[in-house]
């Protein structure tokens, strides 16, 4: 019975998806930097970006409804994620 007991206590092994890969320092300062922005900074990233990468305005498109203001700063925060 110990065995039993012993099989259900560990988990189950991880898949690679699971597993963190390593990060470069230089990709993990700049994602630690993004994320200490507030949301004027992150705005002015935004636009700084969109300006140096000569990216056109990305309009946003709600799906049922209206962007609340907070969806808007998810919103902008995931749109510099992807660019950088």
């Known amino acids: 019975m110990a065995a039993t007991e012993t099989a259900a206590a560990s988990p189950p092994p ?4 699971d597993v963190e890969k390593p990060v470069h320092p230089k990709i993990d300062k700049i994602a630690n930097d993004i994320t200490a922005l507030n949301l004027i900074e992150v705005a ?3 636009e700084l970006l969109k300006k140096r990468l000569n990216l056109p305005d990305a309009p946003v498109m709600p799906v049922g409804g209206f962007v609340a203001a907070s969806q808007a700063s998810v919103i902008s925060i995931s749109y510099i994620c992807i660019l950088v």
């Open 14 to 17: 991880l898949s690679p998806s």
């Open 44 to 46: 002015e990233l935004s």
